[in-house]
């Protein structure tokens, strides 16, 4: 497992070279809330390709936006990401009021 200081994290994803090949995960981290509202870059990127799922765990501030099919997760003190086959695990620590 790995730890990242982060305020907030974007979830997104791009498929496979082959139609049949699994997903790449790409997971955003930023320094501030809502980053996608003020087209902020990460300031790190993980990539994570050949994945099938993305469990989010432990955490509670999460938003889904259709418009891009995003997955952001606000409030961030540090987030946990740990890498099986085909799984990449989120879990992390909250700064809720």
């Known amino acids: 497992m790995t730890i990242y200081k982060a305020k907030s994290v ?3 994803r791009k498929p496979g070279e082959r139609k049949k ?3 790449s995960a790409f997971i955003g981290l ?4 809502n980053p996608h509202l003020k087209a902020k870059v990460p300031f790190k990127v993980l990539e994570f390709p050949g994945i099938e799922k993305v469990r989010i765990r432990e955490l509670r501030n999460i938003s889904y936006y259709l418009r891009g ?7 961030l003190v ?3 990401v740990e890498v099986e ?3 990449v695990t989120l879990t992390g620590k909250q700064a809720l009021s």
């Open 10 to 12: 974007i979830i997104s």
């Open 21 to 23: 090949e699994s997903w």
């Open 30 to 33: 930023f320094e501030e809330n």
């Open 69 to 75: 099919n995003d997955i952001v997760i606000n409030n």
């Open 78 to 80: 540090e987030i946990n």
């Open 85 to 87: 086959p085909d799984i």
